[in-house]
């Protein structure tokens, strides 16, 4: 044989060899591989098991932990994404556990041979050989230490190969890592032994979590910060050895103290973290429209505003904050303090619903201005009136006869409010309100009635707040957000820009009582758009205010509901308002409502708040809305022709030919005009006409033909008082086509001289005018016994 041939049949050999070995192999693993995938199919991975139940987690805007619940097993877990992990944690603990972690398929051969070897020099158990797949496979399934769990959990770790990533797999260990206690996953155990996240650890923190799953109870620091000391060192030389981290490091992290105690649950807006929770039951990580910073600044600001009147019987406070141009609540401050039981501080203030006092009235004046009933000048009626039985009185038991429409609206008088509520069309101030997102009129309107406008009704301090976002927002109406991704609606407009800018500018000029009278001088201090509001019997104080970026609403009372005199909103609860606006808020960089191109100015009667006549002895200028607001010129003044012989009254069919001068008169409505009488306010007297004038024939004055001038009638027992009525009668002119009868100052009925009013008799003294609409008028006394 050459040798070449041999060099051949020795290579044809070694290459059958191998071949067979090839074969050898070749089959094994197909056999390992259907070994593998029937014992997968009989038994597969409880992937359920890699997601134990979660702790449900609160968290602010920029991801701030606000609160933390306790899992349904009583376990702190805060589940992490592999992104949210810090590196540090991770290099340190892939050094330290499982440094082939990136190689092996779930089972390192190499680790367990030499685990073996060392434990049989030991004589016992001094190392395990997982990998870190491994022990994914125990945290998911714990089992005690026996051979025969070890080759399950070598299953499982295959298993997890073959379905996960490295990285979904390395996620799922540092979430189910124990750390001690029943502190479960790197999530807890950054937020309670540091107060961090996962992602914001330092080495030597890092290094720290890194060994205490080896021993979580030897190793947890807040029980043995000796032996946490050791072990993070050991974490820390291996790292170093490795060549992961410098000398400096190492040296930096050992000096960084252990924590000797864990960190409370975070408990931050714990109503408004405790309303979401119950009402996202499906959520564990609730990212939530809370900035922590404005949340702390305003339940600081509401423990310094409550101090001083906590000894007058005010016990409790809510605030909220919204962003305007989001919706998004930014502070939600429930009560005073959460743990303070005698004063149920576990109620949420800001969603208990409450009557709002004055706080609606805003939108009564907006509802008037947009369906042209009354521009800012309007003059308004505040004298008695009576709405089939009620009968709406002021805040100060007073009338003020008549006032414009913007101070009835700034000295929030309520019979000029409740007067105009009475002439809203389209279902007025109830509708509006429900279709704005009210949730708390749920009666039907005739149940509130007029009495609505005066806060007759429930609203809470939140829809509240949100209502007045929508006047901020020029007339669009839409619910607040409160989850970070909830999509912003639309909402509805229910009020026009202008409408909106108008009101805005009267609220502004609310006189603020933290400032000096002359506090507009002051351009430091931003302007701010508030309304205050105080319920019947002083239970509740509020105040709500707005610029372009947030509106607030503050709640000062008690949560068992007992009045307080001290409970007036513009005292108890408006300068909270304004030191929370000025914490907010840089002078600066603030800017104000721009005017709508809707709004116009105007000169009005300075008297009447009508567009100027020419007989108007002065003006003053209104914001108003050209093609809306009232556009009829002064009635008020009005120029007559007085006979100079005579003093008597001209008509232009009697002044021919006699010598007359002109005076203007300021001719009051009748309804006013009486109770200014009454009031010792002077009024022009206007001198009769002309009796000799041929276009009235006689008694242009209305002469009272029932009841009977200075007579007595007598109530008999015997018949009801329904067949008893007196009517009212009275004969007058016949240009006259309207009438208005007073009964002692009070206005009881208006119609033509042709209708009949009955009056049901009572016992008492009367005073009878009957007044016809150019303000002439006759008087008659009576008594009925
Ligand atoms: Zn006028
Ligand atoms: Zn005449």
Known sequence: MSLVSITIMLESHFINRILGLVKLGTLSFLLLAIIFFTLNA???????????????????????????????????RIPVGYDEISPLLKQAVLTFEDRYFYWHFGINPISILRAAWANL??????????????????LMEPKPRTLKNKLIEAFRALQLEWKFSKEQILEFYFNLAPYGGNLVGIGAAAQFYFNKRSDQLSLGEAALLTVIPNAPNRYRPDLNVKMAHRARRKVLERLFRQKKITERDQEEALSEPIPAERFPAPFRAPHFADELKQRYPQLTKIHTTIDLNIQTLVENLLHQHLKPWRARGITNGAVVVIENKTRAVRALVGSLDFFDETSQGQVNGAMSPRSPGSALKPFVYALGLEQGLVSPQSLLYDVPVEYSGYRPVNYDNKYHGAVSMEEALIRSLNV???????QLAGGGVYTFLKEAGLSTLKQRPEYYGLTLVLGGCEVTLLELTNLYAGLAEGGRFRSYRWLEDQSNEAGKSLLSSGTCYIITEILSKLRRPELPSSWELTVDVPKISWKTGTSY??????????????????????FDGRGVPALVGAEAAAPLLFEIFEALLKPATTRWFIQPESVGVRQVCAVSGMPLSKYCPAAKSELYLPGISPAQRCTLHRMILVDEATGFRLCPVCRSGRKYRQRIVTVWPAKLASWMIEHGIPVDQIPRHYPRCPKIAAGQTPVILSPLANSEYRIRPDVPLDYQKLPLKAAVSNQIKKLYWFLN??????????????????????KLICMDEEGRSSEVQFVIR
């Open 537 to 558: 019997g002083h239970r509740d104080a509020w105040s709500i205010g707005y610029t372009p970026e947030y509106t607030i609403g503050v709640w000062v009372g008690n």
């Open 745 to 766: 100052g009070r206005l009881i009925f208006t119609g033509n001289p042709h209708q009949i009013f009955f009056l049901t008799p009572a016992q008492g003294k009367y």
């Open 121 to 138: 020099r030991a004589g016992h158990i001094v190392q395990g050989g997982s990998t870190i797949t491994m022990q994914v496979a125990r």
């Open 42 to 76: 009989f038994f597969p991975l409880p992937v359920e098991k890699l997601h134990p139940p979660s702790s449900t987690i609160v968290l602010d805007r920029n991801g701030q932990v606000l609160r933390v619940y306790l899992a349904p097993d009583d376990m702190w």
């Open 416 to 422: 000029p409010a409740v007067n105009l509520a009475s």
